[in-house]
């Protein structure tokens, strides 16, 4: 075992990016994370590529990205854990370096969606959980699903569709600053609340976009790290979980087990008090696919109690300089979310937060603990990852 | 770091097994792995799933294993490396073990491939390169491209159709051994010669079938391995390539590189002799999608020189008894070739061989060195696995 390190970071502009081609895209984002770490190709030992793609040309992604960026023959896979690939992506890259099986391994997160039209899209998302219980019967969509959990926790804890609103007026403050961005301009509440219903109460502006893009970065074991780099940022501890595929399974719409498991499990890893872990973290990504989906985070990660993150959301404080900023990326909602890449985008904005490199002055958030969280969910909670990055070398 | 063991192995009967649901599919295999290790579900703390499944209905089919196997709230992901999934599978779970994010982790291969019409899997395998390139353009299926191999292996060093008559009796010859096979009945000759061709040298009779079947593994770090087992088998060393997916830039169709990159970091791994490693290994399976595959393998991992691994075939040097004994379980080409769950099958198989548990006497190896050796590859080298198993304990 060793201690693993980011020391290259790389991302594509997110939007609709049928520019490029498959592999042309994630090249921007392999390139510029070489660029960054100092690293050629040669370099890299083994490489994963987290795509679920089934919207695409190219079936079986990863050697056809590995031929283009000039990263074989190292050895790769395609890993696929729905809206968390990305994370699934980085874990395989962790695990090979972290098992010594590879010095330097990179992550690398792609998808384009716009290859189908979108109604095509949105069948295949839909289809993301159990097709023949759910899809096939019931022909629910991603924000049907998510609308489960809004009017779940609405009935609960007393949730108005402008809290909802807040959330997606923080993402489109945060878009708006951050050139990768799928969009960048602000919204307001008036525009939110007049935004067309989609599945209710969840509207246009409540859901992230179906966006193109690549991510990538660039992990290494603790001695190589340190002759690439003298700002190294640690993956300092992974949680992950899986929950039911069939929602009838679940009992309890307004937590998703599968993360609650996962950030429970990295946190006990890296030594966090349970009972107030925002107090050790600076700044997190967390999945907001639908508004909805960050209120829940922000208790399935503890940041608030259950029933209270909607507080956190309408005293506004997951903004820069309140308890815990998050998402000041713009998040999937306002960044976009091309799901292989989303997870490893999150790696990307993380690390460079904790570097001071964020790519615009209001979007840095203040540093003072040197670590930062990612929370990416497949489904519905079908696939849970919280992965913790620390500025801090961990102890073995 | 620690050493790996498997303490578990479980395998579906292979063929065309339309009487069950992917999921159903998997439990038997899963099922058997379970109570071989005599490990209850709750203690698998991660699983992965090797899976190609364009072919069916669930698209992302992890959690819905992971659901009806119940296995979660365990972490997963699926993994894909073409028709090397199975060893991807593997893979992520050994590495998860290997890094001490897991005690006990499961490998689950599993394919359905019946689950749509014969045309169109054999579009999706056709596709299994680079699509924009070749497939749409030139419309390639795998027939073809094995027998672009065949015919340049015939061209350089004379083989005969007779010698790649010889790789299909031998397969048959064990299939009909193996409960588990999807074909168990032996061929002859006659029967080979006038087999119906399909592209090329290759008949029908060369050709693996297109298979359902799964298969599972359970992995266990050294200290809680000898709590479960008294004879483990260890994952000695794996080496792992790619290839380009594009063929128009290989340089040569009598070897594939990936598979010899990946023999020989495998190999340095574990410190076996470059000259004669079939000396130090007792039997190994092979990935014979077509009969030309297991003479190309046989140079590819070294166990006769270039151009001499079809004098292996006409001296019967691979059957029990020969210099190695290869696909002795009746390889992809009689067992059958359910993509995701190969490499998965391989690991089950030789582990049983290290430990005279051969379903049948007749295709049981002799154990000498205590050491077998998987070779898979997906696609025709666009990814590669070498895995070593030992029955002794490999030092760290």
Request: hydrophobic share 40%.
């Amino acid at each position: 075992m060793t201690n693993v390190a980011i020391i290259g970071t790389g991302h594509s502009k997110f939007g609709s990016r049928t520019d490029v081609n498959l592999q042309e895209l994630a090249w921007e984002a392999v390139k510029q994370a070489l660029e960054e770490a100092n690293v050629e190709q040669k370099d890299i030992q083994y490489f994963s590529v987290g795509n679920v793609g089934t919207w695409s040309a190219e079936p079986l992604p990863a050697v056809v990205i590995g031929e283009y960026c000039n990263l074989a023959p190292s050895g790769t896979m395609r890993v696929e854990a729905a809206c968390a690939s990305g994370s699934a992506a980085l874990r395989d890259a962790y695990l090979a370096v972290k098992s010594g099986e590879a010095d330097i391994a990179m992550a690398i997160g792609v998808e384009q969606m716009h290859q189908s039209p979108n109604p095509t899209v949105v069948e295949m998302i839909g289809r993301a959980g159990n097709y023949f219980w759910e899809f096939e019967n019931f022909g629910l969509t991603f924000p049907g699903y998510y609308a489960l959990y809004a009017t779940a926790y609405m009935n609960k804890y007393g949730l108005k569709e402008e809290d909802l609103g807040k959330i997606a007026i923080k993402a489109h403050h945060y878009g708006a600053l951050n050139p990768y961005a799928h969009f960048q301009k602000e919204i307001t509440m008036e525009e939110y609340l007049k935004s067309r219903p989609v599945a209710w109460p969840l509207k246009l502006l409540d859901s992230s976009p179906i966006t193109d893009g690549a991510a990538a970065v660039i992990l290494a074991s603790e001695e190589v790290a340190n002759k690439y780099t003298d700002s190294p940022v640690w993956i300092e501890a992974q949680g992950v979980g899986s929950g039911t595929a069939n929602l009838s399974r679940r009992t309890d719409f307004t937590t998703i087990d599968a993360a609650r498991m996962a950030a429970e499990q990295a946190y006990r890893r890296a030594k966090i008090n349970l009972d107030s872990p925002w107090k050790e973290i600076d700044v997190a990504d967390v999945h907001d696919c639908f508004t909805i989906a960050e209120i829940v985070a922000y208790e399935d990660l503890r940041f608030a109690k259950r029933g209270e993150g909607l507080t956190l959301a309408r005293e506004d404080q997951t903004y820069i300089g309140g308890r815990i900023p998050v998402n000041v990326d713009g998040g999937l909602k306002a960044k976009g979310h091309p799901i292989g890449a989303t997870g490893v985008s999150m790696a990307v904005s993380l690390t460079r937060q904790l570097l001071y490199r964020a790519p615009n002055k209001g979007m840095q958030a203040e540093i003072r603990n040197g670590r930062a969280l990612a929370h990416n969910v497949g489904g519905t909670g079908h696939y849970a990852y919280v992965t913790l990055f620390s500025t801090r070398r961990p102890g073995l």
